[in-house]
């Protein structure tokens, strides 16, 4: 039987004496959901530790308390991941956001989890280096999230996801153990097998994660961006297959749908962007001899394919103007509506047009707004739909749309999630994708390092739930 | 909402080519050679490989590096998928056959270079890469000196991110740096002034060799030891195994040293007083080693329980 909030708050408070413990109304309210926010889960308290050290302390006390532990960075997660499904304790780790080290010359980094990813760029940034992945909650989102959910971004196509840059992990275990999993040298450490493997993308369901060494790269010497728009999904389709297949490696391969476009253009990060039209977004990076070579064949493939509004520059304040209305577009759904589910499916880039129209064609005929902006280059779709759960009905069609393109997506050879994780708003389609053996498999993982399933319970697994 | 009905039987790969995604499926016996042969006709590559002869279930037990990996990342970041048998003789499909995923924990990459410990291959889903139709590789040859101021614009500048490989080569003459270049015809002679600049910069001599097209995989062979450490530390631990009498090919960025043995010296009783006052070392730093001639040593205190707990979910039927 947990024990009552009463009971909790006083251990709380003794095990991070430094740091803080919220349980107001008002206090909790702001940790009861993710970035997709229809669903609300009020945890019973909330802990900031002070530092690492107070994440230890509480790590070595939280079995004891007898109720579910949920860790949190910056709450951007899409999935409905640090949020407390079950109850309990919500451990917010903003606090651990030290930049301990940078080796330019060894092209890592050692990073404690709760740094913002943007914060990290910028340190970088006068070393010549940068850290590839790019999720557009940047800004905010902290290094601990992108780890527990392998986060990605739009620069994924060339550069890889987070668990490509992942060298070590320091984890904290709630029997009180911390262990090193790999380090600077990104290799096993002294393990026999690499334990950071599943540490990376585990969504909070093994071990509190205190620190990083990631790798590191230099920077582009020279970039050109592209947007280009297309009237249909068959002949972006086309524009995508043909740079995928280029050797100018894209860096970044981007696709919004009409809808999208209007969103942004409707806002104050407008840019100029034809609304009528499916657009495409993409960029070239490299040394100038070569990259500025690349402009004319990469313009030719977008022409080639069917658009008849070319446009690129290499001009930083343009190209950046032009991501920013990209990346804020995600964020703009949440003014039109009040409520959206965005999905994160991965399919094979040849079933582009064929599975987004069965998805335009779903929503339209159950009367929910979809709306498509997402990463092409790596074929993850992030189809949007927009809703109100207040009102009777929109929730449950939204899930019925979610389900049937799952399956469409699986019968297509695609996954379920590309870089947002399961969370708990995924966790029912997991027995679609894995069969009696891997599903076992997938049940060992947290029964090695959570077997009472304390952390984060019903996420990733929809039965993983916690019994005091 | 309803749950969904959870399947009943694994969904494995079958063999595939996928041109547009640059993915293919084939068994895990399938050779370098026999790879490139089936990849060349799609204008793709897997360009991981080191030994024309070795299947790629040896390559990927032998190493979690190839010279390559300095461009495209390791063997783990281009495998999507395999096909496992487990020890109870049934087959779990691992990963996917999309280029990325969130979809539950990772066992792909923990099982991928673990050998035959937890069950063994049967077919690989790869990530291909566009093959560009020219393939030349470039030797620098100089001074101690001249060889490392030539690896700070070949690692540091904006050229990195476009040479296949930069590899450093000690224990087999003198030391040199070797180059690998992939590239639209087109573009060679960028390629080529570039790499003069960085060698002519540094007092030390420029080689460039086109080869013929289709290119060949490396034919480095298989390494008998691989190690790894940081990338500011790679050429150190070559030239420190090299005064062994050892080839190495240290892959500058990626922090791997590859270690060529003589046939009559690849075996424990040479490895591993090689190895054992490297050890520490790596280790403090979050590296590691292996050796394919080797058994993997045992499991440290800690893992022993969470192995246990894994192999009663692999060998269970």
């Not at chain 1, 109304?25 to 909330?46: E, F, R």
């Not at chain 2, 490989?49 to 010279?67: I, K, R, V």
Request: with cysteine; glycine share 8%; net charge neutral.
């Amino acid at each position: 039987m947990p024990a009552p909030t009463s009971a909790l708050l006083p251990r709380l408070h003794a095990l991070v004496p430094r740091g803080r413990v919220f349980s107001s109304p008002a206090q909790l309210a702001g940790y009861a959901s993710d970035a997709l926010g229809y669903k609300s889960y009020t945890p019973d308290a909330v802990v900031l530790p002070a530092d690492a050290e107070e994440l230890a302390a509480f790590m070595q006390g939280a079995r004891s308390l007898g109720v579910p532990v949920i860790l949190r960075g910056a709450g951007t997660s899409l999935s409905g991941g640090p949020v407390a499904a079950q109850g309990g304790v919500v451990v917010h780790t903003s606090s651990l956001k030290a930049i301990r080290s940078i080796s330019p010359d060894g092209f890592w980094c050692e990073v404690e989890c709760g740094v913002p990813l943007n914060t990290l760029d910028a340190a970088l940034k006068p070393h010549g280096l940068f850290y590839p992945p790019d999720p557009s909650s940047g800004p905010v989102c902290t290094l601990g999230g992108n780890v527990a959910t392998n986060a990605g971004g739009a620069h994924c196509f060339r550069y890889g996801v987070t668990s490509n840059y992942v060298l070590g992990v320091e984890a904290l275990l709630l029997d009180g153990s911390l262990h090193r999993f790999g380090g600077p040298a990104g290799g096993r450490g002294h393990w026999r097998e690499d334990w950071k493997r599943f540490m990376i993308g585990s969504e909070g369901t093994l071990a509190a994660f205190t620190r990083f060494w990631l790798r590191l790269l230099p920077l582009p010497e020279k970039v050109w961006t592209f947007r280009a728009t297309y009237p249909d999904l068959r002949s972006i389709e086309a524009a995508i297959h043909g740079l995928v297949a280029h050797s100018a490696y894209p860096a970044a391969i981007e696709m919004l749908d009409p809808r999208a476009v209007t969103i942004v253009e409707n806002s104050p990060m407008a840019v100029g962007l034809p609304r009528d039209s499916f657009l495409l977004l993409t960029e070239i990076d490299g040394p100038a001899p070569l990259v500025d070579a690349r402009v004319e064949p990469i313009a030719e493939i977008l022409r080639s394919t069917g658009s008849n509004d070319v446009a690129f520059s290499d001009q930083d304040h343009l190209r950046q103007k032009l991501w920013k209305a990209r990346k804020a577009a995600g964020g703009l759904l949440g003014q039109i509506s009040p409520d959206f589910l965005v999905q994160d499916a991965v399919i094979p880039k040849r079933a582009l047009a064929d599975i987004l129209q069965f998805l335009y064609d779903e929503a339209d005929a159950a009367s929910i707004p979809a709306v498509n902006l997402f990463h092409a280059g790596d074929g993850n779709l992030h189809p949007n739909f927009l809703f109100d759960s207040r009102k009777p009905g929109d929730l449950e069609k939204v899930e019925l749309i979610s389900a049937r393109l799952m399956q469409r997506v699986l019968d297509a050879g695609g996954t379920l999630s590309g870089e947002h994780g399961i969370g708990n708003d995924k966790a029912a389609y997991m027995p679609l994708v894995f069969g009696p053996d891997s599903l076992r498999l997938q049940w060992a993982v947290p029964a090695a390092f959570n077997p009472a399933h304390q952390l984060n319970p019903l996420k990733v697994l929809t039965a993983r739930r916690f019994t005091p | 909402m309803k749950a969904p009905q959870p399947l009943t039987s694994e969904r494995l790969f079958t063999e595939f080519v996928d041109p547009v995604d640059a993915t293919l499926c084939v068994p895990a016996n399938t050779t370098a050679a026999q790879l490139q042969a089936q990849t060349a006709t799609h204008h793709l590559r897997f360009p991981l490989l080191a030994d024309p002869a070795a299947s790629l279930a040896e390559h990927f037990a032998a190493a979690t590096h190839a010279p390559a990996s300095h461009r495209f990342g390791a063997h783990c970041d281009n495998v999507l998928g395999i096909n496992w048998r487990l020890p109870s003789g049934r087959t779990a499909r691992i990963g996917e056959r999309v280029v990325k995923t969130t979809t539950g924990y990772d066992w792909l990459r923990f099982l991928l270079h673990s050998g035959s410990r937890f069950g063994e291959p049967l077919d690989y889903v790869l990530r291909l890469r566009p093959d560009s139709r020219f393939h030349a590789v470039a030797r620098i040859d100089g001074s101690a000196t001249s060889l490392h101021a030539c690896l700070h614009p070949l690692l540091r500048g904006g050229w990195m991110h476009w040479w296949d490989a930069v590899d450093y080569i000690a224990g087999d003459g003198p030391p040199f740096l070797r180059i690998a270049i992939h590239c639209p015809p087109h573009e060679a002679d960028a390629f080529q002034n570039e790499l003069s600049r960085i060698a002519s910069q540094s007092r030390a001599q420029l080689t460039f060799t086109p080869s013929a097209f289709p290119s060949a995989p490396s034919t480095d062979g298989l390494p008998d030891i691989v190690l790894k450490t940081t990338p500011d530390r790679t050429t150190a631990l070559a030239d420190a195994l090299a005064r062994h009498s050892v080839r190495c090919v240290a892959l500058c960025y990626s922090g791997v040293v590859h270690a060529h043995l003589p046939p009559e010296r690849a075996r424990a009783e040479h490895i591993l007083p090689l190895i054992q006052p490297l050890a520490p070392d790596l280790h403090a730093l979050g590296g590691d080693w292996r050796s394919r001639h080797l058994p993997p040593p045992p499991p440290a205190t800690a893992e022993a329980a969470w192995l246990r707990t894994l192999e009663d979910a692999l060998h269970a039927h």
